[in-house]
Structures are given as C-alpha cells and as structure tokens.
C-alpha cells in the first residue's frame, strides 16, 4: 500500500486565492482526520469524518475553510479566500472506525500564503 | 478535549534505553493511549497504543500504569534515527478523535 497520499508537497500562493488541499486514504479505511501544524499552535484538529460523513468540524478556524469527501478514498480541505496566518503544513490521516486503531499520517501539504 | 503532560526535552544516548513519560490526568476508563513519533519534516508515525496492559511491538514497549493515569514508551536501544518529537495522546471515548500536545523533542547523542 502506498499510503496516505497528500498533494500538492508544497504550495505558495497569494492571499485572496482559492487553495485546495487533497487526499487520498489508505484504501479500506473509512475514517478521515484532517490537522494543521504551526510552530505557534503545534498539531490541530481541523476536522475528521467516518464513512464519508463529518463527524466534528469544531477545529475549522472559520467559514473559508471547508472540507469534502466526495467518495471513500478522497477529500480536499479548501481554503477560500487564503490568508497569511494560514501558512502552515496541513496533514491528513486516515484510520478504521474501531477504538484504538492507529491514525497513518500522509507527509503533508507546506501551505505558504504571501 | 483530553490532555496529556510530557516534559518539553529529553536526551539520551545512542544503544541506551530510553524512557517517556506521560501524564493521563483526565483519562476515562475506556480511552485508549496512543503514542506517535514525528521526524523532521515528516507526518506524525504511529509508534504504538494500548489501553490497560502493557504492549510490546518491534519498535517499542507501552507500559501503562494500574491507575491508568500515566504512560511511558520504552525504547529499548535507542538510535540516532529515534530521534524525534514524540507524542503521548488518547482516543477519547465514542470520539475516536486524538488531540495532540506539543510533545517531547528526544535528542540522541552518538
């Protein structure tokens, strides 16, 4: 298995524009958990679903973020419109919806927004 | 949200066991403890988790304490490539969510 995969690596772009972020689970699971990292804030849960639904979206910052899975094996996590305090490197991980089961992290998405 | 205690930084040496510590202040009976390891500019890595006895597998040993309110992570020869943050965090119960803390930054000295 390959693995979570994330694109793109590394993105840069100018305040005001649309990012869109994506992933692809490990095939098999069924739960999806999106984080965003900062020096200042260390790892935080944006949002995570379980079998396609949200389940908690409590960690999204604010309305211009928004987060998808349009089908078992993929999301996207869009920001519109991007701001500087969004830089970050965004992850996403993917799990079975059984307690305990370990999360496997993709390598993350470096967002800078200049 | 659950919250874990871990010092800031520890240090340790190369082919030497090392032991994390980890603090479950709030921890319900039935939250599992995870512990995940983050090298420089990578996603966090799932180490190891457990939730009453302890658990050994081929990169560590979880030891959990009969209250259940602290953990410690076992490695028993640690490496310069051990070296890394390392994140105590528990699977709170009917949320399966994990929050992380800011974790333990292990130096390995050779």
């Known amino acids: 298995d390959a693995g979570v995969i994330q694109s793109p690596r590394h993105e840069v772009t100018e305040m005001g524009q649309e990012v869109t972020l994506r992933c692809k689970l490990i095939?098999?699971?069924?739960?999806l958990f999106w984080y965003r990292q900062t020096m200042m804030r260390g790892l935080e849960l944006l949002i995570y679903f379980n079998n396609n639904v949200p389940i908690d979206d409590s960690g999204m910052p604010e309305d211009r973020f928004s987060a998808k899975m349009p089908n078992a094996s993929f999301s996207t996590l869009k920001i519109q419109p991007s701001e500087p305090r969004d830089s970050a490197v965004y992850f996403c991980?993917?799990?079975?919806?059984?307690?305990?089961?370990?999360?496997?992290f993709g390598s993350g998405t470096r967002l800078t927004v200049v | 949200d659950a919250k874990t205690t871990q010092p800031n930084s520890m240090e340790s040496n190369e082919e030497e066991p090392v032991h994390l510590p980890c603090n479950h202040s709030?921890?319900?009976?039935?939250?599992?403890i995870h512990w995940y390891r983050q090298l420089p500019s990578q996603g966090p890595e799932y180490v190891i988790h457990g939730l009453t006895s302890n658990v050994n597998n081929r990169m560590a040993s979880l030891a959990i304490a009969e209250d259940r309110k602290s953990s410690t992570l076992i490695l028993h020869r640690a490496t310069l490539r051990d070296a890394a943050v390392y994140y105590c965090?528990?699977?709170?119960?009917?949320?399966?969510?994990?929050?992380f803390g800011q974790g333990t930054r292990l130096t390995i000295n050779p």
């Open positions: 709030t921890i319900s009976g039935t939250d599992y």
């Open positions: 965090t528990e699977a709170v119960q009917g949320a399966q969510k994990l929050v």
């Open positions: 095939s098999g699971h069924n739960s």
């Open positions: 991980a993917s799990s079975f919806r059984v307690r305990g089961y370990g999360y496997t």
